[in-house]
């Protein structure tokens, strides 16, 4: 009886350690500052992605193929902006943008997810406007030359944080 409760309580205790290995797996900490607090990315119900800021959910993945991942960060004097980008169903639309500006430990603003589906060539901070140029999407880049790309539109992305809007051109750079 003592062998029987022995072997219960240490199957108990590998239980629970590998289950709490299993949940610290799938949490991963995208961003952390000692005043606004922390982004973490978590699995949720049907291994849906999950993009929280101080335990509050502030982002959700379509299915379970949806991955967000931490692009950029701009630390600005009282707030930081973190470029997020989504990776979706390859087949349809491999990459978009998300833009979070956490002001306070637990204020943001967000914006709604944009771009051409592909990833992301340039991102850099002018002034009071963050700035994202993103290629024309074209399914098959393979199938072109490279003159042939380099002709491809660029498409800008203008994030002003003075007013958090965001604003769109299409160049031929």
């Known amino acids: 009886m003592i062998n029987l409760l022995h072997f219960i309580k240490k199957t108990l205790i590998l ?27 978590h699995e949720g119900e049907e291994n849906k992605p999950l993009l929280m800021l101080n335990e509050k959910t502030i982002l959700t993945g379509n299915d379970m193929f949806y ?27 491999p990459t978009t943008f998300y833009i979070i500006e ?10 709604d997810n944009f771009g051409s589906c592909a ?16 290629p024309e999407y074209i ?3 393979s199938a072109l030359t490279s003159l042939q790309i380099r002709k491809l539109k660029r498409i800008v992305y203008f994030y002003s944080y003075k ?11």
């Open 15 to 41: 239980f629970l350690l590998l289950l709490s290995v299993s949940i610290s797996t799938h949490a991963k900490v995208l961003f952390s500052d000692s005043k606004l607090g922390k982004v973490v990315l």
């Open 67 to 93: 991955r967000f991942y931490l692009e950029k960060v701009f630390d600005l004097s009282d707030s930081k902006i973190l470029i997020i980008g989504a990776h979706g169903d390859a087949q349809v639309c």
């Open 102 to 111: 956490i002001s306070s430990y637990s204020k943001y603003k967000l914006t």
């Open 119 to 134: 990833s992301a060539r340039k991102i850099w901070k002018r002034g009071e406007t963050i700035f994202l140029e993103i």
């Open 139 to 141: 399914q098959w880049p």
């Open 163 to 173: 007013n958090s809007t965001l604003k769109v051109t299409k160049s031929n750079k």
